[in-house]
């Protein structure tokens, strides 16, 4: 901050000096070698001050360059990034259907065969069972057989014995 004030304050007075050698000139008057040397001085002055302008211009330019490619990089990286994020979830939900449907498939065969071993042992079960049923019949048959002959042999034993 004090350079810049110094090189305005610099500045102003290199004017001031030079409107004073301008206005000797005008009259017609002679320059001393130091005034040649302050006009030397104010043009290396506008000069420079030229070419910081320039510099300033072109870092000025360098970076609405900068900024403009920045910039679309950015939408680039944005663009690209939101692609690859619709192209992940895309693929997600293909393979979660995907799952879905193994799952969904191996469920319906799983029930399947649960299904068809119910049956199976229902049908073994419904077998036995008429065959308990079947065997109670027997047994039963076979008691009222046995309760007939031991009431025979009774007789017959009591037949003997009574003469």
Do not use: C, W
């Not at 000797?24 to 070419?51: F, H, P, T």
């Amino acid at each position: 901050m004090g350079g810049t004030i110094t090189g305005s304050l610099l500045t102003t007075v290199l004017d001031e000096v030079v409107k004073r050698i301008a206005r000797k000139v005008a009259s017609g008057k002679r320059l001393s070698d130091s005034e040649v040397m302050i006009l030397l001085l104010d043009q290396m002055n506008r000069r420079m001050e030229e070419g910081f302008k320039a510099v300033d211009i072109r870092f000025n330019n360098i970076e609405k360059n900068f900024n403009t490619r920045l910039d679309g990089l950015k939408g680039y990286i944005d663009t690209r990034f939101n692609e690859m994020e619709k192209d992940f979830n895309s693929r997600f939900d293909s393979l979660k259907a995907y799952i879905d449907a193994k799952f969904n498939d191996l469920e319906r065969n799983f029930n399947s065969r649960l299904d068809a071993l119910k049956d199976y042992v229902d049908g073994r079960l419904s077998e036995m069972s008429k065959r308990i049923d079947d065997l109670s019949k027997m047994i039963h048959a076979l008691s009222i057989e046995v309760s007939s002959i031991k009431t025979d042999i009774i007789k017959i034993l009591r037949e003997r014995k009574s003469p």
